[in-house]
């Protein structure tokens, strides 16, 4: 059965801080990873997708690596901003059983002025 | 082009009631998967419809239920309403589904609130 775990639970950071968040995942056969950031109260926007056979992907300041043989992901915040306080998720795709996403736990950051 | 709507978006009903929540996906999309998030467990997969046909079924009770119409917008509907289902429903639309590597894109939610 696919787990994922993220830690940290939370994180605090003065702003101008680049940061990595990380995402584990139990089993290595999965379809994509991708990473969404949520406001309070809001739904999840797409950050970044990863498709199986890739390492990595890039959205500006944004970088979200992946080892599946490691089962994890990590993504890079560079010169981190107040706006980018949310929590930010980490899904999974299985490829064994039925198809769906595994969400995790999130991270909640929060970026300090 | 327009993003995914959800309806209502916010609601409160009495224990024992029925509720219908609502889904239109983005344009062209033919998946809708619906997942339910509350602060204790997280966001758990409810259902997964493409191309009017549920394909995939979480571990909620019958009480859950929903489908998926011709123009790919989908409805789920939860009866004997428990203050346990009290959570942001959230709908996700993808352009094909999850077992062909369908990203995820995801609308604002309705908040349910049991009382």
């Known amino acids: 059965k696919q787990e994922v775990t993220q830690i940290p639970a939370a994180l605090s950071v003065p702003e101008g801080e680049n940061l990595v968040l990380n995402c584990s995942f139990t089993d290595s056969a999965i379809y994509n990873l991708q990473w969404f950031r949520q406001d309070p109260g809001k739904g999840l926007t797409s950050l970044l997708l990863?498709?199986?056979?890739?390492r990595e992907q890039t959205s500006g300041r944004l970088n979200a690596s992946l080892d599946k043989s490691s089962g994890r992901s990590t993504l890079y915040i560079a010169a981190s901003q107040p706006g980018d306080s949310a929590t930010y998720l980490c899904a999974v795709s299985t490829t064994s059983g039925t198809y769906k996403y595994i969400f995790g736990t999130g991270t909640r950051l929060k970026v300090l002025a | 082009k327009a993003g995914v709507t959800q309806t209502p978006r916010y609601l409160i009903k009495t224990r024992g009631q029925q509720v219908t929540l609502s889904c239109s996906p983005i344009s062209g999309h033919r998946s809708v998967s619906w997942y339910q998030q509350t602060p204790g467990q997280g966001l758990q997969f409810l259902f997964e419809y493409f191309s009017e046909t549920q394909r995939n079924k979480g571990n909620f009770p019958g009480r859950f239920s929903g489908r998926q119409f011709s123009n790919s917008r989908s409805e789920i509907n939860v009866s004997t309403l428990e203050l346990g289902d009290s959570a942001l429903y959230l709908c996700?639309?993808?352009?094909?589904?999850?077992?062909?590597?369908?990203?995820?894109?995801f609308g604002e939610g309705s908040r349910l609130t049991v009382l």
């Open positions: 996700a639309s993808s352009h094909t589904w999850t077992g062909n590597t369908g990203e995820l894109f």
């Open positions: 990863i498709q199986s056979s890739q």
